[in-house]
């Protein structure tokens, strides 16, 4: 252990400054030499160490828990807000009983409910105090630099002068304080017993604004957000007809081979030209639906694949007539399981070898295969095939085109005899979505591939906290939105995206999300429970302190592990299979208009899947 020096300070560091599983973070802070640390709220709701053993742990370890953060959009909030959420404090003062805490960090409210109203702020942070007091508990109160309206630390010191409560005080955040050029002139007026904690952090000159995108992160037309379209069809309308041509700056295409990146920049300017074409608008390709997904497998390991389907419910209802390939349905899915197939991924059994959507633009999809130089493969050798032609997608994988019209007329019979088993009905109906996950090299070309040859629009990334690192997601979607096709990378070489991609060669589809009515009659229907991820009892008893959910309903949520999110529009319940040589199947019910995928509970389900691994 480090030797502690001599300071007129303790020191602390808050958990999700650090990587690992919460056990892994406080054996650290403690090795290190810290006094204490800041428990961030997701790392103990992502954790199976109860509130009581991780005190017990704290003490043993000699660091004391210096507070519980961040308690969320709690201030100048209009009913029936507030008295939720001081009904959600007061689980949280009884959580902080548990953990040996006395501070409970609140930061400034980014809701776009919160009233502008410092008055109205500092009466509810009063309120809130009140409550701490009965505790003998204190509440700390800092300004986000991205705060609806309490963005600047004089906002938040003026809030806790007003609001005038000896168990309130001031969080001081360098960071907040200097991302917003603010001058430190107001912190010489703050009585020293008015501040909670000092936290500390330094970070480059700069806003992430135009230089340093710029120089380190700029990509091709169409792998990132710019509106480039719009760019491009601007300079057609004055008439020019000279070069088109990239400046790009990338540390990634830096660190990249040549040959692929001077390609993807090619297929760029083709798939740019196209698109903003005023007269073919070439690049109009619509992709209406996933007919299959087809998984590559052998005699000696499809045990456990098939047995995860048939738990899940589904059917073998078709057998090749000359080939050791089979179709699982269950709903309105159908799963291939193909024995024999010659691809890329035929040394990696149960792994997705291939897609199949359907369209009715295969010839306008097989030229702009060519032009973009993907690999295109023509569809039957003979009669007796089915006539589905296909092109070679990041990581090997295969996305077969089918007609619709091709579907009418006993699609399937060409090539396989109907087993006479019956479908079952279970709630699942179709898929909902699934996850491409590829090696951070691929990431920007599999974006490329989704958008200028499929035609999907792309949605801004998303960073996603792993035990492991961060995990970069960003979703793709046909012009519909039925399809849905996460993508995700990341860069630390340790997440679960790495461990999955080192095994399917760079890339390859990691999760298939099934669309269910019923959630709960799909999850009775699962006779082998102990292919189902468990969830920790920690993440329930946070959905009884910040949901209205009912305790009937949380307790069979947690009888089948199944996790929850809520948007204005619509909720979302989803529960997770097992990993299956790195690949996870998921069931989820969307009600109302929810239009997201439970990305707040990706730390949980990706803390469950990594002590799933070790066990």
Not at 50 to 73: H, T, W, Y
Not at 202 to 228: C, E, I, N, T, W
Not at 294 to 321: D, P, R, T, W
């Amino acid at each position: 252990m480090i030797q502690k020096l001599s300071s007129m300070f303790k020191h602390s560091i808050a958990s999700v400054s650090l990587s690992g599983t919460l056990k892994e973070k406080m054996f650290a802070v403690a090795k290190a030499g810290y006094e204490g640390f800041e428990l961030f709220e997701n790392d103990l709701t992502s954790s199976d160490i109860s509130p009581k053993e991780l005190n017990k742990m704290a003490c043993d370890l000699g660091i004391e828990i210096v507070a519980l953060q961040p308690f969320r959009d709690y201030e100048a909030m209009p009913e029936p807000f507030k008295s939720r959420s001081l009904e959600r404090a007061k689980h949280k003062f009884e959580l902080m009983h548990y953990l040996g805490t006395k501070k409970l960090f609140i930061c400034s409210n980014t809701s776009p409910h919160t009233i502008n109203n410092l008055n109205k702020a500092a009466e509810d942070l009063f309120d809130m105090a009140e409550l701490a007091k009965i505790h003998g508990f204190e509440i700390g109160y800092e300004a986000l630099s991205w705060g609806q309206h309490v963005k600047y630390y004089q906002q938040s010191i003026e809030i806790v002068r007003r609001a005038n409560h000896p168990n309130l005080g001031n969080i001081l955040d360098n960071f907040h304080i200097s991302a917003l050029n603010s001058k430190f002139d107001e912190i010489y007026n703050i009585p020293s017993q008015k501040i909670t904690i000092i936290q500390v952090a330094d970070a480059l000159k700069f806003d992430m604004g135009a230089m340093y995108l710029g120089r380190h992160h700029r990509s091709f037309p169409g792998q990132g957000s710019f509106p480039v379209v719009e760019f491009l069809e601007s300079v057609r309308a004055t008439g020019y007809e000279g070069y088109l041509s990239h400046e790009v700056f990338s540390d990634e295409f830096r660190s990249s081979q040549i040959d692929p990146v001077s390609l993807d920049g090619k297929r760029s300017l083709i798939w740019l030209e196209g698109i903003t074409n005023p007269i073919h608008k070439e690049s109009k390709i619509d992709i209406s639906s996933i007919e299959f997904i087809e998984f590559c497998s052998n005699a000696s390991n499809q045990k456990g694949l098939i047995n995860m389907l048939e738990n899940l419910g589904f059917v073998e209802m078709y057998q090749h007539k000359n080939k050791e390939v089979s179709i699982f349905q269950l709903g309105e899915v159908n799963i291939v399981i193909n024995r024999q197939q010659k691809t890329p991924a035929e040394n990696r059994p149960n792994t997705v070898c291939a897609i199949g959507f359907v369209t009715d633009n295969k010839q306008k999809i097989k030229k702009w295969a060519t032009d973009l130089k993907y690999k295109w493969h023509d569809g039957k050798q003979n009669p007796n095939e089915l006539d589905i032609p296909s092109v070679e997608g990041i990581g090997g994988i295969l996305y077969y085109f089918i007609d619709e019209k091709q579907l009418k007329n006993s699609f399937y019979e060409v090539e396989f005899n109907l087993t006479q088993k019956e479908k079952i009905g279970n709630g699942i109906i179709g898929i909902d979505h699934i996850g491409h996950s590829s090696f951070k090299d691929f990431y920007l070309s599999n974006t490329l591939f989704f958008r200028a040859l499929l035609g999907f629009e792309i949605e801004e990334s998303l960073e996603i906290l792993d035990p492991r690192g961060i995990v970069y997601s960003r979703v793709a979607k046909n012009k519909k939105g039925n399809i849905r096709v996460p993508l995700s990378s990341s860069k630390s070489q340790a997440t679960s995206i790495d461990q999955f991609i080192s095994q399917s060669g760079g890339s390859g589809i990691q999760q298939i999300a099934l669309e269910t009515v019923d959630i709960f009659q799909t999850a009775v229907y699962i006779k082998n429970t102990d292919l189902i991820l468990q969830i920790p009892a920690n993440y329930y008893d946070d959905l009884r302190a910040k949901t209205t959910l009912s305790e009937e309903i949380i307790a069979k949520m947690q009888n089948f592990n199944i996790l929850y999110d809520k948007q204005d529009e619509g909720e979302f319940f989803h529960f997770y299979c097992k990993e299956l040589n790195g690949l996870f199947m998921e069931v989820v019910q969307r009600k109302g208009n929810y239009n997201r995928f439970g990305e707040v509970n990706a730390q949980v389900r990706l803390a469950a899947q990594e002590r799933n691994r070790n066990q």
